[in-house]
C-alpha cells in the first residue's frame, strides 16, 4: 500500500475547500486545516533532508566499518608477524648465549696457552742465554789452551759485540801510521771501528787481557783523533784479565767488558 502524500492535490482541496465555505466558522476551519497542511508538510520536508542524511551518514558509516574491518586484519596480520619474529629473536637471543659461552671458554684456554707461552718464552731464553754463556766460556777455555787461534777467537766473539753494543756490523779501521806514533816504529795499525748513533767507539776482542793491550789501545785512540779529529770511545773485550789492566785501563779511559 502506498502511503506516500500528493501534496499538491491536498493543497488544491484545501484551496477549494476555503473558497467555498460560506460562512465564516467554515472558513476558519479550512484556513486552520490548510496551516496545519503546511505545517505537515514542513514536518514532512524536515524528515526527508533528515533521513537523506541519515543515509548519507549510514552509507559514510558502512564504508568506516569497511575500513575498520580492513585496519583489524593488517593489525591481525602484523601481529602475527610480530610474534613469529619474537620467537625468531628468542632462538637468535639462544644461539647467541651459546655463543657467547663458547667463546668465554676460548677466551680462557687462550689465556691459559698464553700463559703457557709465556712460560715457554722465558725458558727459551734462559735456555739460549746459558748457551750463549756456555760457548763464551767455550771458547775462553779452547783459545787458552791453544785450541782456538786468537783470529779465530776475535771471530768467535763478534756475535757478542752485536749483543753489546747493538751494532750488527763491525769495521775495521787501517791506518799507516809511518811515524811511529803508536809502536815507536812505521806501521800499520789496525783496530775494529764501531758507528752507533754518531758515536765511535774503537774495539779489540782479547782472550786474555794485559796491560800492554790497555796501552796500544790507548795510543790508537789517540791516533785516531789526530788523524780524524774525532774523540772516539775505546774498550777491550775479554776473557781473562790481567792484574793491573783494570786499574791501568781506569786511568787512561779505556773501558775492559769481561766476558763471562
Do not use: C
Request: net charge neutral; glycine share 4%.
Amino acid at each position: 500500500m502506498d502511503t506516500s502524500i500528493d501534496w499538491g492535490r491536498l493543497e488544491e482541496v484545501v484551496e477549494r475547500a476555503v473558497r467555498r465555505a460560506r460562512s465564516e466558522e467554515l472558513r476558519d476551519v479550512a484556513e486552520a486545516i490548510k496551516t496545519l497542511a503546511d505545517y505537515v508538510k514542513k514536518g514532512f520536508d524536515i524528515i526527508a533532508e533528515q533521513n537523506k542524511i541519515i543515509a548519507e551518514h549510514s552509507k559514510r558509516l558502512e564504508e568506516h566499518s569497511k575500513i575498520l574491518a580492513e585496519h583489524s586484519k593488517r593489525i591481525e596480520e602484523l601481529s602475527k608477524r610480530v610474534e613469529e619474529l619474537s620467537k625468531r629473536i628468542e632462538e637468535q637471543s639462544k644461539i647467541l648465549a651459546e655463543h657467547s659461552k663458547r667463546l668465554e671458554e676460548l677466551s680462557k684456554r687462550l689465556e691459559e696457552h698464553s700463559k703457557i707461552l709465556a712460560e715457554h718464552s722465558k725458558r727459551i731464553e734462559e735456555s739460549a742465554k746459558e748457551v750463549r754463556d756456555f760457548r763464551r766460556t767455550v771458547t775462553v777455555i779452547a783459545h787458552r789452551f791453544g785450541v782456538l787461534s786468537e783470529e779465530g777467537f776475535r771471530d768467535a766473539m763478534r756475535y757478542v759485540v752485536e749483543e753489546v753494543f747493538g751494532i750488527a756490523k763491525v769495521e775495521r779501521w787501517v791506518y799507516n801510521d809511518v811515524e811511529g806514533f803508536v809502536y815507536g816504529i812505521p806501521s800499520i795499525v789496525e783496530v775494529d771501528l764501531l758507528i752507533k748513533d754518531k758515536e765511535h767507539i774503537l774495539l779489540e776482542v782479547k782472550s786474555r787481557v794485559s796491560r800492554g793491550d790497555v796501552m796500544e789501545l790507548h795510543k790508537i785512540r789517540e791516533l785516531y783523533e789526530k788523524i780524524t779529529g774525532i774523540k772516539p770511545r775505546s774498550a777491550i773485550m775479554g776473557g781473562l784479565i790481567d792484574r793491573g789492566a783494570k786499574e791501568l785501563a781506569k786511568k787512561l779511559g779505556v773501558e775492559i767488558i769481561p766476558i763471562t
